[in-house]
């Protein structure tokens, strides 16, 4: 089975296709779960710094 790929919304779009066709396995499933949560541990700092910088004191 094929890495999801692309942009966030592609990346759901073909993870839709793949769990409605019963093709995920557990592993496959853990592994880009773990992925995107690492890309989402990486920029996580960034929009919250940008959020306190729009921030009204």
Request: proline content about 2%.
């Amino acid at each position: 089975m094929d890495d999801l790929r692309g942009s966030a919304a592609d990346r759901l779009t073909q993870l839709d296709e793949i769990t409605a066709s019963g093709e995920a396995s557990n592993e496959w499933l853990a592994r880009h779960l773990r992925s995107t949560l690492q890309e989402l541990a990486e920029v996580e700092p960034v929009v919250d710094a940008e959020q306190d910088r729009r921030e009204d004191y």
